[in-house]
């Protein structure tokens, strides 16, 4: 068996190594990790992690047992496929069949890198530096309302921070979810003591401050960016290896890429997906732990063999409440509401040709279990009784 190197050595990448001996591989893997800590689990960064509630999120791998080669503090500068090589600092690395799995980078502020004060959410480094400056209670400022965003605020107000979360569009949640479903989640801060700008543009940021483009100035102890990310695949260049303009690599059905006998997976690739007929670029967990499945059987079985078309799922946990979402909503999609959006529990479910094919469920985790199974079985459902909250999703 030709051996298997496998680029990045995060979530998709350790799942791969994991999934091919798991499924029977016995030739020489070998994983590399540009960081130098043992691999970890992110979403934890952002909250139990940040909190000092837990030291770190190591996974609990057994790699030597394995027979997994972890080489760490590797980072890989090219790809030169006509030889089946790599470049790293430490010289090249040959490789029979190669993953690439290197996960994505936040997008920062231009011209506030190396601001003191000024942060980013994606590493354990990050989160170490962070930690401290948490436990000092600063007055801070997060720039963007998404996913990280909300999650670092609720971290800071738990961590008793005056907060502001600053956000360039209209609402939160703007690129993943319409203004019904990110409306009530907006009182959410307000609720929990978090004040929101939104449709204020940061102009720059300095030294212990914040200064919009409104004129505004807004006082920050520490700010935090989590303006969303970028699949880190800049390594690439010149590799032969095809990117779709989101900078992701644009994965076939299989998690091949163009370049025969090398495969992407994780937050670095897109795919796909037939299911919902369109391409996929898909930044989050479960896709770092199914996708590795489907490589691991397709590299096994050394040909084409098994579709990636998964029902994309992920959760978030913000003030207070635990998020979820599965499938994949376009904004033709029809939009309907179990229950009432400013009490505890309620759900979104969005049809499309009458079948289910996204569901975002808050505080009712039956309507998750059941919406996944629906949305896999994709039958048509009565929209009377979607919006019923009394009615059992699965008898819709
Ligand atoms: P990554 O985790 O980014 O791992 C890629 C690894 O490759 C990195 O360690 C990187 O250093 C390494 N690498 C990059 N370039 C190179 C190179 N050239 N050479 C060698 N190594 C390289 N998802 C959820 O569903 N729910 C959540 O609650 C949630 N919370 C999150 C909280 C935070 C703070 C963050 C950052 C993410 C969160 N996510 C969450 C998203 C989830 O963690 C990611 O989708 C997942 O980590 C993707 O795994 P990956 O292996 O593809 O990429």
Redesign the pocket.
Known sequence: QRGVVI?????????TAVALREQGFTGPVTL????PHQ?Y???????AV?LGKAEDSAFDVDFEGLDIDLRLG????GLRAAVHELD?EAGPVPYGILVL??????LTLPGTEGVPGVHL???LD??ARLRPVLAASPRAVVVGAG??GA??ATAAREAGCEVTVVEAADRVLAGALPAEVAEPMARWYQEAGAELITGAKVAGIEEGRVLLADGRTLPAGAVVVGIG?RP?TG?LDGSGVERGPDGSVTADAYLRTSLPGVYA?????SFPSGRYGTRLL???????LQGPRTVAANILAGEPAQVYDPVP?????QFGRFVQYAGHHGGADTLLLRGDPAGPAWSACWLRDGALVAVLVVGRPRDMAQGRRLIEAAVPLDPAKVSDPEVPLKSA
């Open positions: 680029v990045g050595a995060g979530m998709a990448g350790v799942q590399l990790g540009a960081e691999p689990d992110r979403p934890p960064l952002s909250k940040l590797v980072e890989v500068t790293t799995a290197t996960g994505a980078q936040p959410l994606r590493t990050d989160a996913w990280i999650e670092f990310a880190a390594w997976v994780g937050d670095c690739a898909v930044h989050h967990w479960d896709n770092a799922y992920f959760w978030s946990e």
